[in-house]
C-alpha cells in the first residue's frame, strides 16, 4: 500500500507540471494572438482617422495606450472594458460606422396637403370660369419684362406699371385661400426659424396657368425679389392633366438641387431669395397660387 502511494506521488506531480505548462503555454499563445490582433487593429485605426490615433497611443504610435484607449471608448461609445482588446475592438467597430451627414440648414420646406385638396376641387370650376389673363410689365431688371402675361392678380403691389387692378371674381373665389396660405405659412416660419411669432403681409398674389406654349410652359429658375421675405406657391387642381411641370429649388450649404412633384393642397414654403423654378409643362394645363410676403417677426 505505501508503495503504491509512493508511485502515484511522482505521477500526481508530473500531471499537475503537465497542466500547469499546457496553461501557461495557453496564456502564451493568447497573448501571441493578442499581440497580433492589437496590430492589426493599430494599423485599422491609423488608417480610418489618423487623429485618433494620435489620441490613443502611445508616444512612439507603435501600441496603444490603455488609459486613453479606455477613456476615447467610453466618450465615443458610452461603455468600456478593462481589456484593451476589447476596447480596441471597439474603436475599430466605431470608426468603421459612417458619420451621420450633417442636418442640413434649408430655407425652404414642401407640406403636403397643407391646404385642404378637397376645398380646391371644389372651388376649381369657380377658379376655372372667372380666370383672366393680366398682362403684366415686371421692369427691364427682370428677365420676362413685359411678356408675362399668364397670372390673374388677388393682392397687387402699388407702384407697378400699368396699373392693374385685382381681379374681383378672383379675389371672391380665392381670398380665402390666399389668407390660409398665409396662416401656414406663418406657422411653419415660427417653427423653421425659432420666432415667438411672425405677421405675414400679402405684397402681391396671383393665380397662374401654364400650358404648352411659347412664353407660358414655365417659369425659369429665379428668385422672387429682393424686397420679398418669403413666397407661397400653393398646387391647384386642374382638369387637363399635364405631363412635367415639377419645381425645382436650389438651398442649402453647399447647395443641392431639389425636386418636387406637387398635387393639389400642397404648399411650397420659401424664405427670402431662394432660387427655384416652374419647369415646362409638355401637355395640359398646371394652375398655382402664388403669394409674395411681406413679414413682421417676433424674435423674444
Known sequence: MLRGRRLFAPAAAAAGWVAALAVVALRACRRRRDALELRRLLAAVKAKHGATFLVVTNARG?????????????????????????????????????????????KHALVRGAISPALLEERFPRVKAVYVQQPLDYGRNSRYGDKWKISCYLVVLEKWKPKIVP??????????????????????????????????????????????????????????????????VLALPTDAPFAGGALKVWDGKPTA???????????????????????????????????FLRLAKTYH
Open 257 to 291: 438641387e431639389y425636386e418636387y412633384a406637387m398635387r393639389p393642397g400642397d404648399c411650397l414654403f420659401l424664405d427670402t431669395k431662394v432660387w427655384h423654378q416652374g419647369c415646362p409643362i409638355a401637355s395640359g394645363e398646371r394652375y398655382a397660387l402664388v403669394l
Open 167 to 232: 381681379h374681383a371674381p378672383m379675389v371672391d373665389a380665392m381670398g380665402d385661400v390666399m389668407h390660409a396660405c398665409c396662416r401656414a405659412f406663418e406657422a411653419w416660419y415660427v417653427r423653421r426659424f425659432g420666432l415667438v411669432a411672425c405677421d405675414a403681409t400679402v405684397m402681391n398674389c396671383f393665380l397662374t396657368r401654364y400650358r404648352p406654349r411659347p412664353d407660358e410652359d414655365q417659369l425659369e429658375k429665379h428668385i422672387d425679389g429682393a424686397n420679398v421675405d418669403g413666397s407661397v
Open 62 to 106: 507603435d501600441a496603444f495606450a490603455a488609459k486613453a484607449l479606455a477613456s476615447y471608448v467610453k466618450k465615443k461609445c458610452g461603455a468600456t472594458s478593462s481589456d484593451v482588446v476589447a476596447n480596441a475592438r471597439a474603436l475599430a467597430a466605431f470608426l468603421d460606422v459612417p458619420a451621420a451627414e450633417p442636418e442640413r440648414v434649408l
